[in-house]
């Protein structure tokens, strides 16, 4: 059975139009070239929390600035992909409480394509690389759909 | 003229449900009673700006708390506006960048009912009494006239 799993045609996740978006936004906001010897591996490393990783990390005090990116950077991905299938531009907006505690929606027109409560945003992470795409994309398809469903909202104005 | 002006019927802004949504909204926050002896007025007061107490404000650094506080109170006077008139449960949702620029929106179901760019915010502020009730009044329009426009994207989930 395992031999069977290994003989299938596995997608590689870091091929895929949503990892190769959330890596584009990753690369972006680095300015200075710092992070030019980086491969892409190792850029989505911090993405990646396994159970111990998370048990290690301190609920305590205000979220981390670089989780709060990367919260950011994982939906900005999911934009922007959602605007490459459907043609409406998508935009982010996030609120965070002290506690890692906060909402983030991706706003179409004047419609609400994705609405998200954060929750632990001190543990931000997925299990594994296929988990990260997995979410990305699940999220991807229910914004499609939404604008589906409401196309007149998310093309006003 | 003005004389005409003084015997037409003048309604007082303070009478307005608006102004009385927003009074309820800075008490609400005044958790030990510490302004149980101010009045009204005395509560709107940092709301008013004429030009002169608007140029004296510095733009620079970021917007003070409590400048922030009442930006949220006013547009938490007219989200609960909107769904007095509507029905429709609306929720506000503000980022606000260092220098004092920023995004207001209310929510209502999947539906953007009022969008704002907020500029400025350092300078947060109304001419007068009737310009504040008219700038809320203004904005509950036109998210009734939203919500009216997409009913189905605003009663959605």
Do not use: C
């Amino acid at each position: 059975m395992s031999e069977a799993a290994l003989l299938s045609p596995i997608i590689n996740p870091m091929t895929s139009v949503f990892i190769q978006t959330l890596i584009r936004q990753i690369r972006a906001i680095d300015g200075f070239g710092a992070w030019d010897g980086k491969s892409d591996a190792d850029l989505l490393e911090p993405f990646i929390l396994d159970a111990e990783k998370r048990k290690a990390l301190l609920m305590i005090d205000n979220p981390d600035p670089d989780v709060l990116s990367r919260v950011e950077q994982f939906y900005n991905a999911v934009a922007l992909s959602i605007e490459g299938r459907s043609g409406v531009m998508v935009q982010s907006m996030m609120t965070m409480h002290p506690e890692g505690f906060g909402r983030m929606v991706l706003l179409g027109g004047r419609l609400v394509v994705v609405s998200k409560t954060l929750r632990d945003t001190h543990r931000f992470g997925f299990a594994s690389l296929e988990k990260l795409q997995a979410e990305g994309e699940k999220l991807i398809a229910q914004g499609v759909e939404m604008i589906g469903r409401f196309p007149e909202a998310a093309r006003y104005g």
